[in-house]
């Protein structure tokens, strides 16, 4: 008997796999990023401010395509993480400083979504939202460690669809749209504080730091669980049909995120800002704020959405701090080996869930928490933005890959544009 041969990898099969198949680490990304603390900020940014900051969104949308397919290339060309890539090109201090800060920041948020999530099923079915906390944190962990990764991956992508809420709520309430086109496309600039630190806010949430760390390793992960792939540093005529895979995901991903993005500001501008509801601190406060306003269809798919964005972003805020401090350390990595072989990326993953539901359970200010994790999360990505754009550039790092003179100027523009947001976030506190 043959031994069986490694499958060959076919260059002309990738161009005839259906566009919901070339979907995943992009996508999933883009959806996680409107999760249960970003629905709080748009939500904000629409109530208080009406049309007038729905210019941001699509002022982000650029921007962040740009950082996230250099996140994603990194991965893809070298078959490593960014906290791998920046252990074997920066002193240890820089990458410690870095993965400390995201691991801080990911659990804060964790607890904040969890609690976003707990208090959102208690306004739909009753009960108390300590119970439903414990359960999202039980279930996200579950399908976290004891699915297999070409299954769970599926799983993600799936719950991408829960955002969809979102897009039937504005058509529930009855957008003007000469409006909302107006400040779309118009924006009427302030320089008040609370425009300009919301501002800030829909920044910080748009583009934030897990991503990156999320988005690199997926696409390790699903190179290592397709057969025949291998990084393309060392496999470079794989590399036409996965760029290009690359690029469509993270514009797809990315444009989705931002849409939802929109339809989240939309609706509370209609609804609560027309209203004169004009403090939203937590995404289930703006779902409850809109059953008297827009009724009780409106805010069970607004409500809705928060549980199934919470199940998607949990896990990719958790999965990320694992990835970052599995590979700082050279730990086995990756949802696609068994409990046993990445006992210590597992241990991190579980560590940082739990210690989310201990500080919903400890009393500490939700708002509070949500304040610390975007400062945190401003602290670090202007960093993390620099040493990308930096590794994508080094031939020593990407091969013949390094990053084109266009990604490249998107790239620091759009640090830039963050430095300045974290500049102004603190010159405002």
Known sequence: MNPTKPPVWDEHSEDHVPLLKKLGPGLITGAADDDPSGIATYSQAGAQFGYGLLWSVLFTTPLMIGIQIVSARIGRVTGHGLAANIREQFPGPVLYFIVSLLLIANTINIAADLGAMGNALELIAGGRSEIYV????????????????????????????????????????????????????????SFK??????????????????????????????????????????????????????????????VFSNLIALCIMLTTAVTLH??????????????????????DFAFLLFAAGIIGTGLLAVPVLAGSA?????????????????LAEARGFYFILTVATLLGVA??????DPIKTLLWAAVINGVIAVPIMAVMMLLAAKPAVMGTFVIKRRLRVLGWVSTAVMAAAVAAMFVLR
């Open 134 to 189: 414990v359960f999202f944190a039980l279930v996200s962990l579950t399908l976290q460690i004891f699915v297999p990764f070409p299954r769970y991956a599926p799983i993600l992508k799936w719950l991408t669809l829960a955002l969809f809420s979102y897009v039937g709520t504005v058509f529930v309430v009855h957008v003007p749209l000469g409006e909302a086109l107006a400040g779309a496309l118009l924006p009427q600039l």
């Open 322 to 338: 694992a990835y970052a401090v599995a590979e700082s350390f050279r730990w086995p990595i990756g949802l696609g080996l068994p």
């Open 359 to 364: 500080i919903d359970f400890s009393g500490v």
């Open 274 to 295: 027309a209203a004169g509801v004009t403090d939203i601190q937590t995404s289930a406060q703006a779902a409850g704020a809109l059953r008297p306003l827009a009724g």
């Open 193 to 254: 504080s609370d425009y300009v630190a919301t501002l800030v806010a829909v920044l910080g949430t748009t583009i934030s730091p897990y991503l990156f760390f999320w988005q690199a390793s997926q696409e390790v992960e699903e190179q290592r669980a397709t057969p025949g792939h291998e990084p393309l540093k060392t496999a470079p005529e794989q590399a036409r049909s996965n760029l290009r895979r690359i690029k469509i995901d993270t514009y797809i991903g990315m």
